[in-house]
């Protein structure tokens, strides 16, 4: 829509508060009550509002923002638990995830990790995400909407419902082979034996894994599918800022564990 001399054409518009708490509403039109926002009518209040400037609710003010990764990701639907930047960067980079490749992902849970797959699939990529539950799915795919209808570039994006296990002849119906897969989900062994087969060569696999017996076990099975593990281990991130009497230290708060990662490629025809 026009307004005063600038296109706005976004579907989503991203409201950050000042202490960083951010909320992603949809741009429509009519008054309706936008949870921990107040009753008002979004398209009418922030479409035309440029980026960077402030919109007034209430007693709020927040500072509206274009709606990239980082800030969907923050504002995202929450249901199962997610994974956050550290490790889903780390997944990207290590199994090289970028335009042209097929990348095959369960569960899909919330799509905390899926965004950061499609995004750096772009426009050109394959994604298939798997997922049983459907009240998952249904918190997962309105992220992802999110997303397609935010970004200029969206990978063609296929979602199979059920466990990976009983779909593997859903997901070839997509995709035959992929150039990465990963998994986050409870039982890593008879998924990865699932669809260990539909690695191409030079292809990586990916397992999240909260405690140590599940990359241990995600390991053997790895082996067991004549899979090469390339690294397994956990990333530790420790966040600094500026401390009252001058100086930069450690932020006071929990050194938290997220989960332990297991990267394994397949290194020949078998
Ligand atoms: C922790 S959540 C995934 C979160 C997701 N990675 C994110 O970042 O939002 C794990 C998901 O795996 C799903 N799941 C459990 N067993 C599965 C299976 N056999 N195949 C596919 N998904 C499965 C669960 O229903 C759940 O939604």
């Known amino acids: 829509m026009e307004l005063a001399g600038f296109m706005d054409n976004d579907a989503w518009a991203v409201l950050v508060e000042p202490e960083g708490k951010v909320h992603v509403v949809e741009l429509i039109e009519g008054v309706r009550k936008i ?21 007034t609710l209430g007693q709020k003010q927040l500072t509206r923002l274009p709606p990239r990764l980082p800030e969907l990701s923050k504002g995202m639907l929450r249901r199962a638990q997610t994974i956050s930047a550290k490790d889903a960067g780390y997944f990207v980079a290590k199994l090289g995830i970028g335009s042209g490749d097929s990348i095959l992902e369960a569960g899909l849970g919330s799509a905390g990790l899926s965004m950061h797959i499609a995004r750096a699939l772009g426009g050109s990529g394959v994604h298939v995400t798997v997922e049983p539950r459907s009240e998952h799915a249904d918190v997962g795919l309105k992220n992802l909407t999110r997303a397609r209808q935010s970004w200029t570039e969206f990978p063609e994006h296929h979602h199979v419902e059920g466990a990976i296990e009983d779909v593997i002849s859903e997901i070839t119906k997509h995709v035959e082979t992929f150039d990465g897969i990963i998994l986050d989900l409870p039982q890593h062994p008879s998924a990865i034996a699932a669809v260990a ?74």
Request: proline share 5%.
């Open 35 to 55: 949870k921990g926002l107040g009753v008002f009518d979004a398209m009418a209040t922030i479409a035309g509002v440029p980026y960077g400037s402030l919109v």
């Open 197 to 270: 087969p539909l690695l191409a060569v030079g292809g990586r696999i990916a397992c999240y894994c909260p405690v140590t017996s599940q990359v241990e076990h995600a390991w053997e099975a790895c082996e067991q599918a004549g899979l090469n593990v390339e690294w397994a281990g956990e990333l530790m991130e420790r966040q600094w800022g500026k401390a009252s009497k001058g100086g930069m230290r450690p932020v006071n708060g929990p050194f938290g564990h997220t989960a332990f990662l297991l990267i394994a490629q397949r290194t020949s025809v078998e």
